[in-house]
Nanobody
Framework: QVQVVESGGGLVQAGGSLRLSCAAS????????MGWFRQAPGKEREFVAA????????YYADSVKGRFTISRDNAKNTMYLQMNSLKPEDTAVYYC????????????????????WGQGTQVTVSS
């Protein structure tokens, strides 16, 4: 059984920062790519950032590029999302996800390709 748990959400003023964490536990094995998605009220879930197993390949949505940084620590089976210069439009429930891949350099950006998902953590940015 694989579990994915996010943490680190909260309420912050515009311009502030938050750091989200995502821990995978259970029968995790082999290489897996990870990603962050978010869903605002009344909107569809959207891609935020993705990272390869190696950590050397990353990809960001244009809306967060330059403000958010994705990283991971494989020894801890944990992924992070450092969010700086937050804006009210970043308000959403943030989800992490992972899926096994064949190469340590593969990344996944399509939500339909992620098999394992966390329960989400709320991020609220006030103006």
């Amino acid at each position: 059984q694989v579990q994915v748990v996010e943490s680190g959400g909260g309420l912050v003023q515009a311009g502030g920062s938050l750091r989200l964490s995502c821990a995978a536990s259970g029968r995790t094995f082999s290489t897996y790519a990870m990603g962050w998605f978010r869903q605002a009220p009344g909107k569809e879930r959207e891609f935020v950032a993705a990272i390869s197993w190696s950590g050397t390949i990353t990809y960001y949505a244009d809306s967060v590029k330059g403000r958010f940084t994705i990283s991971r620590d494989n020894a801890k089976n944990t992924m992070y999302l450092q969010m700086n210069s937050l804006k009210p439009e970043d308000t959403a429930v943030y989800y992490c996800a992972f899926n096994y891949v064949g190469s340590i350099y593969d990344i996944v950006v399509d939500a339909r390709r992620f098999r394992y998902w966390g329960q989400g953590t709320q991020v609220t940015v006030s103006s």
